[in-house]
């Protein structure tokens, strides 16, 4: 359970806190961008079993590979795509956190 609250707190509170402390003008859209970085989760749908609680999804699943991250902080760079990288980045720091408590 403490494990799930710390997953969730960083998918979730992670992109409102950056937002919030860093949008404050455009706080909502910049959330709603951060949150679309949930869709990369797709990818488990490619998993059998699709659900393994004790499977850390980095490096396992395709888009939460080594390569993938490495693209997913180069969208830090350009103003245009931060929104998106920073998404991205807290999504997979979320996975790297519950993959250190497995």
Do not use: Q
């Amino acid at each position: 359970m403490l494990t799930d609250l710390i997953h969730y707190g960083i998918h979730f509170g992670g992109p409102l806190m950056v937002a919030l402390l860093f949008y404050k003008k455009i706080w909502g859209k910049a959330l709603g961008i951060m949150l679309l970085g949930m869709l990369i989760d797709l990818d488990h749908l490619l998993a059998t079993p699709l659900f393994d609680p004790n499977r850390c999804s980095i490096n396992f699943h395709p888009l939460h590979t080594y390569y993938a991250i490495a693209f997913y902080v180069l969208l830090l760079f350009p103003k245009k795509t931060r929104l998106i990288g920073l998404g991205l980045v807290i999504h997979i720091i979320a996975d790297s956190a519950n993959c250190l408590m497995l």
